[in-house]
T-cell receptor, first 115, second 111 residues
């Protein structure tokens, strides 16, 4: 399985500011995913990021709020823009597994608190 | 109604017990089923995966899928304190990589 790292691991931010989260993979992958994990709720897919194309956002998530970059096959960023306390959550990136199972492997997550 | 339902727990068992974790789902198109383990302040770690109905065993862990009743189970034998974590079931249709997760069950194995 791929080794995935995220930066920062945690942050405390002020309302109205933006935070960019980085996701680095130790091997080239076509598809990368960004999830949000709120307390007591299931992981929710924000968007799918393919290298060389615009990210595909899920219902309820928009590019202006969560812009994503995917400059190469090993790296992606998610920005949480104009933050409010409701954005306090864990943000996770994941990458597709290999083989027929279409599994995903997750990074350690970024714990975000917005004051 | 959520597509995947999972009892959040917490579930507390003594060391050595057999643990049964379960999920139900509503979409009959789901074909691939996974269990992730998530320790506190860590990302989810893929534990088991199965395709369609049937059982799959890996050491102390057994994953079971019953598509007729839309029921997913994970059994842990001889549970250990190190098994204390949140267990998330996940599934997808196989036509895309979008995973649908349950909310996770928090398991505590006590000495």
């Amino acid at each position: 399985s791929a080794v995935i790292s995220q930066k920062p691991s945690r942050d405390i931010c002020q309302r109205g500011t933006s935070l960019t989260i980085q996701c680095q993979v130790d091997s080239q992958v076509t598809m990368m995913f960004w999830y949000r994990q709120q307390p007591g709720q299931s992981l929710t897919l924000i968007a799918t990021a393919n290298q060389g194309s615009e990210a595909t956002y899920e219902s309820g998530f928009v590019i202006d709020k969560f812009p994503i970059s995917r400059p190469n096959l090993t790296f992606s960023t998610l920005t949480v823009s104009n933050m409010s306390p409701e954005d306090s959550s864990i943000y996770l990136c994941s990458v597709e597994g290999t083989g027929i199972w279409d599994t995903q492997y997750f990074g350690p997550g970024t714990r975000l608190t917005v004051l | 109604q959520k597509e995947v339902e999972q009892d959040p727990g917490p579930l507390s068992v003594p060391e050595g017990a057999i643990v049964s974790l379960n999920c139900t789902y509503s979409n009959s198109a789901f074909q691939y089923f996974m269990w992730y383990r998530q320790y506190s302040r860590k990302g989810p770690e893929l534990l088991m995966y199965t395709y369609s109905s049937g059982n799959k065993e890996d050491g102390r862990f057994t994953a079971q899928v019953d598509k007729s009743s839309k029921y997913i189970s994970l059994f842990i034998r001889d549970s250990q304190p190190s098994d204390s974590a949140t267990y998330l079931c996940a599934t997808h249709t196989g036509t895309a990589s979008k995973l649908t997760f349950g909310t996770g069950t928090r398991l505590q194995v006590t000495l």
